[in-house]
């Protein structure tokens, strides 16, 4: 919960640019009797009377329909009291008047995801972060982490678990982001609100270890993931957990527990192409290909597979079919270098000189562009953007 400090004190600041506007046709009478109720709207909120200060902003609507001030203190008002419908409605009027206020969308999309309006709270969510919100540090954090659940409950897994990755960043200690990066990392389209009682122990304990990994506590993550294996040692997702652990530290005893996920979750994509990247790494092509091949058939456009696929056929000579595979995997996922570092080698071998040169610059132009606020742009593996960010 945003409390009243922080949508008053920092939501408020600097929402108004260039002066307070009651509306462009008000009299002066008019905007005399707005500024006294808006006025004494804000001594009755300061003074903890939510209910007056509610009151005065509605009358100052109802004199003036497009005032800014009185919509935004009133949806303000309207959320800290846990009216979120309703600020809802007061905020969609106050954004269609300011579409340029960050903070306006900021607060609109936390009352929808009250509301339970997710797919237009994480829209408009995403919108306040475009804008920006300026050193309100705690209001970007409130987004992040609302942008990340919802992320991860429309099933954008490695997008949330980039969002919370920036959170850890700035405060690495914070038992919130447990959960969150329990149901990301196990890949679960749940809200942390939403976790049935008796799958919470097995979320937390997921969250807690991925977030020490994270956090380079590899001695606290390896009792964490050892804890969560012998407890749950059939449960979805906590083998490939461990075995994208285990490549971090210990590769070679990764394999047997993809080879794990892969009988409890025979349709994981990401546990295919995480052990057949290993495979690649052993020089076993065969099958690694096979198992690449796996995946692009339960998910034709994921990039890294058809990466693999493109990597194992060269190794194996298959020039013709290896470029192929990586031609498609740079239209799939263009912003990946290590698909254009392949490209570009490949290219190169077979004389084509000039798509060797356009590869290079577009590597060059990757470098020169790459987001400081994607994680996985330009990464170098395929875990870096295709699985949880476990590592």
Excluded: C
């Amino acid at each position: 919960m945003i409390r009243k400090v922080l949508l008053i004190a920092a939501l408020g600041a600097g929402v108004f640019p260039g002066g307070l506007i009651a509306g462009q046709g008000s009299s002066a009478a008019s905007r005399q009797g707005i500024d006294q109720l808006i006025q004494a709207g804000e001594k009755a909120r300061d003074s903890n009377q939510d209910d007056e200060a509610i009151r005065l902003f509605r009358r100052a609507l109802s004199i003036q329909p497009e005032s800014e001030e009185a919509l935004w203190y009133l949806g303000s008002m309207l959320y800290e009291t846990d009216q979120y419908a309703q600020s809802r409605d007061a905020l969609r009027q106050f954004v269609t008047i300011r579409s340029d206020a960050g903070p306006g969308w900021a607060l609109l999309g936390l009352a929808e995801f009250h509301t339970r309006e997710y797919p237009r709270a994480l829209d408009h969510l995403q919108r306040a972060m475009a804008q920006g919100m300026g050193d309100r540090k705690e209001l970007m954090r409130s987004i992040f982490y609302h942008v990340a659940v919802l992320l991860t409950r429309f099933e954008h897994y490695d997008d949330s678990m980039d969002m919370l990755l920036k959170m850890l960043a700035s405060d690495s200690q914070d038992p919130s982001l447990s959960e969150p990066a329990g149901l990301a990392g196990l890949r679960l389209p749940l809200l942390p609100a939403e976790i049935p009682l008796e799958r919470r122990e097995l979320v937390e304990l997921a969250g807690r270890a991925v977030l020490a990994m994270q956090t380079q506590r590899y001695e606290e993550a390896d009792s964490e993931f050892k804890r969560l294996v012998s407890n749950y040692p059939n449960e979805p997702g906590v083998h490939f957990l461990y075995g994208a652990y285990l490549t971090e530290l210990h590769p070679e005893q990764a394999v047997p527990e993809f080879e794990r996920e892969l009988e409890i979750s025979p349709s994981h994509v990401l546990a295919r192409i995480r052990l057949a990247e290993q495979l690649i790494a052993d020089r076993n092509f065969d099958r690694a290909l096979a198992l690449v091949r796996q995946a692009i058939q339960l998910e034709p456009k994921r990039a890294s597979a058809h990466m693999l696929a493109g990597e194992s056929l060269l190794a194996m000579s298959n020039a013709g079919d290896g470029i192929k595979e990586l031609e498609t995997a740079r239209e799939d996922d263009p912003s990946v270098n290590r698909i254009h570092w392949d490209l570009l080698r490949a290219y190169a071998a077979a004389g084509r000189k000039d798509d060797a040169d356009r590869e290079k610059q577009e590597i060059e132009r990757l470098y020169h562009s790459k987001s400081p606020g994607r994680t996985g742009e330009g990464a170098d593996t395929p875990r870096d953007r295709d699985a949880p960010k476990d590592r």
